[in-house]
């Protein structure tokens, strides 16, 4: 796991260079701070790419699930919600692009 820091901005203006080494190369995080105050935090971009696919999978298995207790809700069975969301999409391309999608 990463360890995190502090970093001033007026240091992060001074050294940027040997900043982004420390983040890149040395696995840490930064918390930027201005006046005293947390105003951004650093990390490599494989760790951010990481957080966002995270990210993405929480929303999608949410989504699921709420879409999981509405079908449930109106007694849909998985068979008529496929074809539901089946028809939506059809419906969607043919107003997007104004013809049906074969």
Do not use: C, F, N
Request: aromatic fraction near 4%; avoid cysteine; proline fraction near 1%.
């Amino acid at each position: 796991m990463a360890k995190t820091a502090v970093v001033k901005a007026s240091e992060l203006q001074r050294a940027s260079g040997k900043v982004l080494r420390r983040v890149a190369v040395g696995k840490e995080h930064l918390v930027v701070e201005r006046d005293g105050y947390p105003v951004a935090v650093m990390m490599s971009y494989a760790e951010y790419e990481q957080l966002m696919r995270e990210r993405a999978l929480a929303l999608h298995r949410d989504l699921v699930r709420a879409l999981g207790r509405e079908a449930e809700r109106q007694g849909l069975t998985e068979d008529q919600l496929i074809q539901e969301l089946e028809e939506s999409k059809r419906r969607v391309y043919k107003e997007r692009y104004g013809r049906a999608r074969r």
